[in-house]
């Protein structure tokens, strides 16, 4: 007697298939192999490293019911984070033009060029870590800003990222990557400041995995507030400028 197919499986295999094994012109068996067969390929799926777009192309192209749904599902949960990411950049470019104005009471590029002549004169390695780190967040806040440049900024951001892991190596800082990221992204880079406080970086660069240890740390929900950290430790650790930052950026 041939085995019953449940309507899970059914739903589970394309509609030619299905719509066969109704008529009674495809066996059971046929039927069970393919939904298995559309169960593994959608339980090995990551969209670890996907644009929207790469998923609504596959979403598209794919003959597995299974696959397909769970396809939707990443798309929504994409749209979720880059709304959330949205937001959050909305708020990044705010700041960024206080920064550029008022950072430290000099403004941001005054403050950048002090650390570079600090740098430049002592050759200390926690002024040239911490001038990387300022740079850095100033690329990742100009590409919200300049979307005409955006790829050559998130690639000068990625730069000095790398360069920064081989710096990092030669002190006792703590650092590495995570992949549990809460937005469009495949990995944050995490770096903390001697003092313990914690910068985070979102990055989507398949290589930055070479370059930092995969690190077990929470995230410590200070939303937009990376340049505000290191310019209080800039004030803090190097005496430049003053410690005034905005009300609503403290």
């Not at 000068?156 to 992949?179: A, F, V």
Request: some cysteine.
């Amino acid at each position: 007697m041939e085995e019953t197919i449940s309507n899970e499986i059914l739903a589970g295999v394309g509609k030619k298939l299905r719509n066969g094994y109704l008529a009674g012109e495809v066996p059971a068996e046929k039927v069970v192999g393919n939904y298995r067969k559309n169960l593994k390929e959608a339980s090995q799926f990551s969209m670890f490293g996907l644009s929207i777009f790469d998923l609504i192309r596959m979403e598209d192209e794919t003959h597995n019911p299974i696959l397909k749904a769970k396809l939707k599902e990443c798309i929504e949960l994409h749209k979720q984070k880059s709304r959330h990411s949205n937001s959050q950049n909305r708020l990044s470019l705010e700041k960024l033009e206080y920064f550029r104005k008022n950072a430290l009471g000099i403004g941001l590029r005054k403050v950048i060029s002090q650390m570079k002549h600090l740098v430049k004169n002592t050759g200390d390695l926690e002024a040239r870590v911490v001038l990387m780190l300022l740079e850095t967040e100033f690329a990742n806040l100009s590409a919200k800003k300049l979307q005409n440049l955006k790829r050559v900024i998130y690639e000068r951001k990625t730069i000095l990222l790398e360069e920064l892991s081989n710096l990092l190596d030669e002190t006792e800082w703590k650092h590495g990557i995570s992949y549990n990221t809460g937005k469009n992204a495949s990995y944050i880079v995490y770096i903390y400041l001697p003092d313990g406080t914690q910068l985070s970086w979102h990055c989507n660069e398949y290589q930055m995995m070479y370059y930092y240890p995969e690190i077990q740390c929470e995230w410590d929900g200070q939303v937009c507030m990376t340049m505000d950290k290191i310019l209080k430790y800039i004030c803090m650790r190097f005496n430049i400028g003053t410690l005034q930052l905005k009300k609503d950026a403290a």
